[in-house]
């Protein structure tokens, strides 16, 4: 069964830093590209990166870019998010989401990010 | 970047209706649409990708249809557990997901 388990979410301050794990299980982890998304309280789901399965292609929202890091660790089958220089408007919570050919089949149940003085 | 326009926002329906939702992208993205379903406090679920084909699992009476910048999602026949918002997903350039189409039943 595939299971996508994220955590390291937390309450942290403006101008912190923060680093999400995502740890993988059930399938091949490093077959598979991956991708974090959140949703900020009462509000839509967001993009926010996206990582190849061998790290070779990197993307990333323009709204992170330059503040966040997508990295992944297939011997560990782990998916991380290094967040730095946070904002009140970061705040959201973040899932992991495995690609498939075309679509993400597969979601984490996601970690609270709450960016607040 | 592309831009998806969802629409309604929000949906009032009762059982046994028919539901319809749009999603319009600002640019041709062929069919690469999918559409999800997030109940409250729960990741999203894929229901269908490449705009019209329905997810191993999924009951017949969602299905999605268009291609180039107009695409619908339909639910043949609204059930109580099909209450939960609803998200289209371009996946032409990165990703963009809609704004979201809240259902409720009336």
């Known amino acids: 069964e595939v299971q996508l388990v994220e955590s390291g979410g937390g309450l942290v301050k403006p101008g912190g830093s923060l680093r999400l794990s995502c740890a993988a299980s059930g399938f091949t982890f490093s077959s598979y590209s991956m991708n974090w998304v959140r949703q900020a309280p009462g509000k839509g789901l967001e993009w926010v990166s996206s990582?190849?399965?061998?790290?070779?292609?990197?993307y990333y929202a323009d709204s992170v870019k330059g503040r966040f890091t997508i990295s992944r660790d297939n011997a560990k089958n782990s998916l991380y998010l290094q967040m730095n220089s946070l904002r009140a408007e970061d705040t959201a919570v973040y899932y992991c989401?495995?690609?498939?050919?075309?679509?993400?089949?597969?979601w984490g149940q996601g970690t609270l990010v709450t960016v607040s003085s | 970047d592309i831009q998806m326009t969802q629409s309604p926002s929000s949906l009032s329906a009762s059982v046994g209706d028919r539901v319809t939702i749009t999603c319009q992208a600002s640019q041709d993205i062929s069919n690469y649409l999918n559409w999800y379903q997030q109940k409250p406090g729960k990741a999203p679920k894929l229901l269908i990708y490449?705009?019209?084909n329905l997810e191993t699992g999924v009951p017949s009476r969602f299905s999605g249809s268009g291609s180039g910048t107009d695409f619908t999602f339909t639910i043949s026949s609204l059930q109580p557990e099909d209450i939960a918002t609803y998200y289209c997903q371009q996946y032409d350039n990165l990703y963009t997901f809609g704004q979201g189409t809240k259902l409720e039943i009336k």
């Open positions: 990582i190849s399965s061998s790290s070779s292609y990197i």
């Open positions: 490449d705009a019209s």
């Open positions: 989401a495995r690609s498939g050919l075309t679509s993400w089949g597969y």
